[in-house]
């Protein structure tokens, strides 16, 4: 018997899947990615990931982008990705993998990554809220409560980007792995790492997995890139996804506005995840460092 899509998520650390982006959706995202696009790279949309900083705060040191931020933010006025976010197709695949029921779900991210349009940029092996100077217990003990909630990234071109090490969100990296992963410098050759694999996906497919994950990933500027990248969690896990989470500046979500654009699915999520912004008290902080 095949191994389940869960049992394959919870095996490798992800699993892909095929068509979550219908006709419907796709006919509405593929305008909304390519205004989104233009306005970022125009400089009309600011909130972006910027060519030299890997992760947040990301600044505004440089005018090309590797990414976009905040896509359900009102001011965008693209209602497509907040549609495709609370879709039947999506959240179904959220609740099998996470293991849980709807009530528990939480809003969190959802952002678009591109190509840069000047030249091309890495991200160095990481896991998303696990510091790169970790020791072997400070690894085992964040890997151990790191199950309430999932990332993914759905091409709408074909993507190649992605590299991972299949089961790494389960152990502490090897000598070997931490050799490969112990600074601030991106890889010269992601497949120097030991046990990674290239993930592609084609168009329309969809790579959902652990965000500490041992992975990187690598920006060709001559290779068009439309991937839509988001994340939810559920509330069984606490305030343990806060700080990964709300680093990205979530404020936004508090306002009516916002939550006006959503169908009810999506109000009854944005309930959690602003519980969790007001649970936490000062600065979250940041998961990891740029510089």
Known sequence: MLPSRRQLYEQQGYVVVPNLVTEEHLAELEPACARTIAKTRAGEWTLRRTVGRQFPPYGDDDPDSWGVQHLMHPDLGESAFARWYTSDALVDVVKELLGCEEEQLQME????????SAHSFALRWHRDDVRETASEDEELEALGVWHHGVQWNTALRKDSCLYVVPGSHKFPRTPEQRAQSCTLDPP??????????????QSGETVFYNNNILHCATYD???ERITL???????RGGPSRARN?????LKWMKEDRFRDTLDERGKRMLERIVQLQESVHGDAGYSLANL
């Open 188 to 201: 010269k050759d992601p497949m120097d790492m030991p046990g990674a694999v290239q993930v592609t996906l």
């Open 221 to 223: 500027n001559r290779e």
């Open 109 to 116: 991210l959802f952002n678009l990554l591109i190509n840069p």
């Open 245 to 249: 989470i709300l680093q990205h500046g």
């Open 229 to 235: 990248h988001a994340c939810m969690g559920e509330v």
